[in-house]
């Protein structure tokens, strides 16, 4: 059922980028009297999220702070607001200038979010107000033309729309082990857990499991903390994240629109351009993020299967790449022994008492290869596929059949406009999303540069303006 009115009341769930934007942009848009709620489960992440809660000064925005601004049409926003705090950000070990392409702390980020989010509530017109509440959304119900959440508080809320800005969820558990060891102390399933690095500091040696931003993450951090221990990193196929290339152009002139429709003949279309221009990939790759969207609507569903099979990893760890400083400083661990890398599958892990012996089958190899270690890192990833998550509100949604996976498992189904399309396909005049849970829809939808264009859309159509 299409809502009557403009809305008064809209509740957004999750208190990370895509919730925080969507907030502030309603703050400054409004005319009208509207009470927005702002939800967040966890305090330690409102108006920063899971990616800029890390109090780690050496966890580094993986973009360059010329392109992070929050707001779409002033790009040099959160340039101007590091420049001002340039000496402070200067003390941090990891950063050697703040100018449009470097690579900040994303701690620092999370204060310029929070700070983006006052500003707004400051500035919104009479009426238009900010409820700040931490607390989990454990179920939702659309009633006539309005949506009751409950908290897992007990308190219930009253909203005319309500944006579902659920973001990163922790990984799923990889495949080798049993209940019993995932439930042990030696298992950090959580990457993102408060007390995980206080844990892992008396260890003399651990694994992380995956080889994407997450294990760089942990690495650098455990580097940074002063871990003697020996650091196991293990991955099918052994690719990890390329580094940024100071000085590689910003802009490359390509068309895509000849890539379109098939995996294959995109790929070397691609390899193409870059071969005739004589360039470095990387500013092809990135030249083709702003088309990203038509070009990955354009394959349909079984040529998308086929570039999650084929080419999802080598897509990954060239498109999000790493600060040029962090990229030497793993170097510089694998050099020194520090980080070991291991290559395929992992076929158990044995809890021993004391440690756990891990068992893999090292790619093209025909035997077993084991090593044992204090303590396993679950770095494989965010899970998008909604069945598997222990949320009580998705459990609660998919039960109530208002919420349905995409087709391929990588987030939820949504409409264009980010309106959360129910189980029989309908688009709903209630409930919206943004950001990660629209990978299935958009592929390029997980980071600033694409998230904050859609928290401004969003806010928009809320608001009908
Ligand atoms: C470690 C990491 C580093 C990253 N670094 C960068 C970077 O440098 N640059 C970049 O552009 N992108 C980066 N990203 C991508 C990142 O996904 C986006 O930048 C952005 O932060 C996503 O924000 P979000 O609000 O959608 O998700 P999240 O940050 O995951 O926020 C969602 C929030 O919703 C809350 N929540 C979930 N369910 C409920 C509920 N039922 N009730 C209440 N609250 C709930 C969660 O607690 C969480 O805080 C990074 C991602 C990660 C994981």
Same mark, same amino acid.
């Given at each position: 059922?299409?809502?009557?009115?403009?809305?008064?009341?809209?509740?957004?769930?999750?208190?990370?980028?895509?919730?925080?934007?969507?907030?502030?942009?309603?703050?400054?848009?409004?005319?009208?009297?509207?009470?927005?709620?702002?939800?967040?489960?966890?305090?330690?992440?409102?108006?920063?999220?899971?990616?800029?809660?890390?109090?780690?000064?050496?966890?580094?925005?993986?973009?360059?702070?010329?392109?992070?601004?929050?707001?779409?049409?002033?790009?040099?926003?959160?340039?101007?607001?590091?420049?001002?705090?340039?000496?402070?950000?200067?003390?941090?070990?990891?950063?050697?200038?703040?100018?449009?392409?470097?690579?900040?702390?994303?701690?620092?980020?999370?204060?310029?979010?929070?700070?983006?989010?006052?500003?707004?509530?400051?500035?919104?017109?009479?009426?238009?107000?900010?409820?700040?509440?931490?607390?989990?959304?454990?179920?939702?119900?659309?009633?006539?033309?309005?949506?009751?959440?409950?908290?897992?508080?007990?308190?219930?809320?009253?909203?005319?729309?309500?944006?579902?800005?659920?973001?990163?969820?922790?990984?799923?558990?990889?495949?080798?082990?049993?209940?019993?060891?995932?439930?042990?102390?030696?298992?950090?399933?959580?990457?993102?857990?408060?007390?995980?690095?206080?844990?892992?500091?008396?260890?003399?040696?651990?694994?992380?499991?995956?080889?994407?931003?997450?294990?760089?993450?942990?690495?650098?951090?455990?580097?940074?903390?002063?871990?003697?221990?020996?650091?196991?990193?293990?991955?099918?196929?052994?690719?990890?994240?390329?580094?940024?290339?100071?000085?590689?152009?910003?802009?490359?002139?390509?068309?895509?629109?000849?890539?379109?429709?098939?995996?294959?003949?995109?790929?070397?279309?691609?390899?193409?351009?870059?071969?005739?221009?004589?360039?470095?990939?990387?500013?092809?790759?990135?030249?083709?993020?702003?088309?990203?969207?038509?070009?990955?609507?354009?394959?349909?569903?079984?040529?998308?299967?086929?570039?999650?099979?084929?080419?999802?990893?080598?897509?990954?760890?060239?498109?999000?790449?790493?600060? $040029?400083?962090?990229? +030497?400083?793993?170097?510089?661990?694998? @050099? &020194? #022994?520090? !980080? =070991?890398?291991?290559? %395929?599958?992992?076929?158990?892990?044995?809890?021993?008492?004391?440690?756990?012996?891990?068992?893999?089958?090292?790619?093209?190899?025909?035997?077993?290869?084991?090593?044992?270690?204090?303590?396993?890192?679950?770095?494989?990833?965010?899970?998008?596929?909604?069945?598997?998550?222990?949320?009580?509100?998705?459990?609660?949604?998919?039960?109530?059949?208002?919420?349905? $996976?995409?087709?391929? +498992?990588?987030?939820?189904?949504?409409? @264009? &406009? #980010?309106? !959360? =399309?129910?189980?029989? %396909?309908?688009?709903?005049?209630?409930?919206?999303?943004?950001?990660?849970?629209?990978?299935?829809?958009?592929?390029?939808?997980?980071?600033?540069?694409?998230?904050?264009?859609?928290?401004?859309?969003?806010?928009?159509?809320?608001?009908?303006?």
């Amino acid at each position: 059922m299409k809502p009557a009115s403009p809305p008064q009341t809209i509740a957004i769930i999750g208190a990370g980028f895509s919730g925080t934007l969507v907030a502030a942009h309603l703050l400054s848009r409004a005319k009208a009297p509207l009470t927005i709620h702002l939800i967040e489960r966890e305090r330690s992440r409102f108006a920063r999220g899971v990616a800029y809660s890390t109090t780690e000064d050496c966890h580094l925005l993986n973009v360059p702070a010329g392109n992070m601004s929050a707001y779409p049409d002033d790009r040099e926003h959160f340039l101007r607001w590091a420049q001002a705090r340039a000496g402070e950000l200067l003390d941090c070990a990891c950063v050697s200038e703040v100018t449009a392409a470097a690579y900040l702390p994303r701690r620092a980020y999370g204060d310029y979010l929070t700070q983006v989010l006052d500003e707004a509530e400051r500035g919104a017109a009479p009426g238009v107000g900010l409820e700040r509440r931490i607390d989990e959304v454990v179920s939702l119900k659309v009633e006539g033309e309005a949506v009751d959440l409950r908290l897992a508080s007990g308190a219930q809320l009253r909203a005319d729309r309500v944006v579902l800005a659920l973001g990163n969820f922790r990984p799923g558990d990889p495949s080798g082990g049993d209940a019993a060891f995932y439930r042990s102390a030696r298992y950090h399933g959580d990457p993102w857990a408060p007390d995980v690095l206080e844990r892992l500091l008396p260890t003399e040696s651990c694994l992380l499991v995956g080889s994407g931003l997450t294990m760089v993450d942990w690495a650098i951090t455990l580097n940074q903390a002063g871990y003697r221990g020996t650091i196991h990193v293990v991955s099918r196929r052994g690719l990890w994240p390329h580094s940024h290339k100071p000085g590689a152009p910003a802009a490359f002139a390509l068309d895509p629109s000849g890539a379109k429709g098939a995996v294959r003949a995109g790929l070397h279309r691609l390899r193409d351009y870059i071969r005739k221009s004589g360039a470095d990939w990387r500013p092809a790759i990135d030249a083709l993020r702003p088309a990203t969207p038509i070009l990955w609507k354009s394959l349909g569903l079984s040529e998308q299967r086929r570039f999650l099979r084929h080419l999802r990893t080598l897509w990954d760890c060239h498109r999000h790449r790493l600060a $040029p400083g962090i990229a +030497a400083r793993l170097a510089a661990m694998l @050099d &020194s #022994g520090q !980080l =070991v890398r291991h290559v %395929g599958r992992i076929r158990g892990f044995r809890d021993l008492g004391g440690q756990v012996e891990v068992v893999i089958r090292p790619r093209g190899s025909d035997r077993n290869h084991e090593f044992r270690v204090d303590a396993v890192v679950n770095c494989s990833g965010s899970e998008s596929d909604y069945r598997r998550l222990d949320s009580p509100l998705v459990k609660a949604l998919l039960g109530q059949r208002l919420i349905r $996976p995409d087709p391929l +498992a990588l987030g939820l189904d949504v409409a @264009d &406009s #980010g309106a !959360l =399309v129910d189980a029989e %396909g309908v688009a709903s005049e209630f409930l919206f999303t943004l950001g990660p849970p629209q990978k299935g829809h958009w592929w390029e939808t997980t980071a600033v540069p694409e998230i904050r264009g859609q928290a401004a859309r969003l806010a928009a159509e809320l608001l009908g303006v």
